[in-house]
């Protein structure tokens, strides 16, 4: 799992060449997960998300994460938030943080193009995959409409949020993206709550004083 430089900021030990790197510099690393160690002595630190591929392959970063770090969303994401296709809910803990997974039917998560829904500049290097926040806000109305006993699903989220900033966002590309997963109906009726917020100059305030501007 060497990067670029040759230098392996993950190692997995399932894998031979890995498991003689980790015998002979294993001060240098710590375990992240399972056979899974991250290298603890390289600048740029190894980012927790890098762990994507190896736990959940297939997976990208989405929702509240993508949402969170943009910033489009006043609050902070916590954990790493991903979509899975054909999966289910579950939480994995690692020594790089805490991963909240959720799976969609693969017909719907590899809906729509891969420019509206694939964010190539957030990780410029490829290390894991990141939805756009397009993408992001309508896997968080897809989830939102899950509920308990829904297939092998389980609980889904809470309703996506009123207070996202869509300034720098593109609505033909959403709704694009709501057309191609079947939601389009459920993205304009969250539209039209995100509208009547953003009226309310209570709300809007406190929105505006949260990102600082």
Not at 4 to 30: E, F, M, N, Q, V
Not at 108 to 113: L, M, N, R, Y
Not at 190 to 196: D, F, I, N
């Amino acid at each position: 799992m060497a990067s670029g430089t040759g230098i392996p900021r993950i190692l997995d030990a399932r894998l031979p060449s890995d498991r003689a790197h980790l015998k002979r510099r294993g001060s240098s690393y710590a375990p992240a997960f399972d056979s899974i160690y991250f290298r603890i002595d390289i600048r740029p630190e190894v980012h927790g998300a890098e762990l994507l591929p190896l736990i959940v392959p297939g997976g990208r970063l989405s929702w509240r994460w993508v949402l969170g770090e943009g910033p489009f969303y006043s609050s902070l994401p916590g954990a790493f938030c991903v979509v899975e296709p054909d999966g289910g809910t579950r939480s994995i803990s690692t020594g790089l943080g805490e991963f909240d997974i959720r799976g969609m039917e693969s017909h719907v998560f590899h809906a729509g193009f891969d420019e509206d829904n694939l964010d190539r500049h957030f990780d410029p290097f490829g290390r894991f995959v990141c939805a756009t926040a397009e993408r992001a806000i309508c896997d968080w109305i897809y989830l939102s409409m899950r509920r308990k006993g829904y297939g092998e699903h389980g609980w889904g989220l809470g309703p996506a949020p009123d207070q996202v900033d869509l300034d720098e966002l593109s609505l033909p590309r959403i709704r694009r993206l709501s057309d191609a997963m079947g939601i389009l109906g459920n993205f304009e009726r969250w539209y039209a709550r995100w509208q009547e917020v953003q009226q309310d100059e209570e709300v809007t305030g406190k929105f505006s004083k949260a990102l600082g501007y």
